[in-house]
């Protein structure tokens, strides 16, 4: 899955950013700057998918 970031306000004008497809501390990266530019953040809540560490993958290739 592509993470995304979904925006969800409600009919009070409250709103909620989450971070969908993302692993370990990646989601707050993403999300710094929508917390930046909106303003106070009343609380934070870290899926499991953020204690989980993001896979990159490597390869090399030897001699030729």
Do not use: D, Y
Request: hydrophobic share 35%.
């Amino acid at each position: 899955m592509k993470p995304t970031i979904e925006i969800i306000v409600s009919t009070t004008g409250e709103f909620t950013i989450e971070g969908v497809g993302f692993k370990g501390a990646g989601c707050e990266k993403a999300t710094k700057f929508l917390e930046e530019a909106l303003g106070l953040v009343n609380s934070k809540v870290k899926k499991p998918e953020f204690h989980q560490q993001a896979v990159s993958k490597q390869q090399q290739q030897l001699g030729t």
